[in-house]
């Protein structure tokens, strides 16, 4: 069974950096594709930024273009969002989610089959 456990958000000041981790475990990392979503009470689960099974394609929510970056760790079975210049807006619950899907459209959270049990960001002003 895939388990995906989602660690690093913490409260941290407008403007600082985060590293969130996805830590993999039950199948074969290289056959999935992750993506990162985020969500706040009362709204719907939003996309945020997902990479390709090799890594070779990332795709990011215009909301944080060039802010955030993916990356996966194929050595440990760990996906990244490196999270730059936080805004207050940035405050959410982040989750990790993954797919074997070769054509999953990124930003739908029906596309993916597993997801991790969230971590909490939050972003002081």
């Known amino acids: 069974q895939v388990q995906l456990v989602e660690s690093g958000g913490e409260l941290v000041q407008a403007g600082d950096s ?3 981790s996805c830590a993999f475990s039950g199948g074969s990392f290289s056959n999935y594709a992750a993506g990162w979503f985020r969500q706040t009470p009362g709204k719907e689960r939003e996309f945020v ?9 990332t795709y990011y929510a215009d909301s944080v273009q060039g802010r955030f970056v993916i990356s996966r760790d194929s050595a440990k079975n760990k996906w990244h969002l490196q999270m730059n210049t936080l805004k207050s807006e940035d405050t959410a619950v982040y989750y990790c989610a993954v797919t074997t899907s070769w054509n999953w459209e990124v930003e739908k959270p029906t596309d ?9 960001v939050t972003v002081s002003s």
């Not at 993916?112 to 909490?120: A, L």
């Open 49 to 57: 930024a997902a990479i390709a099974w090799r890594g070779d394609r």
């Open 112 to 120: 993916y089959q597993y997801w991790g049990q969230g971590t909490q």
């Open 18 to 20: 985060l590293k969130l």
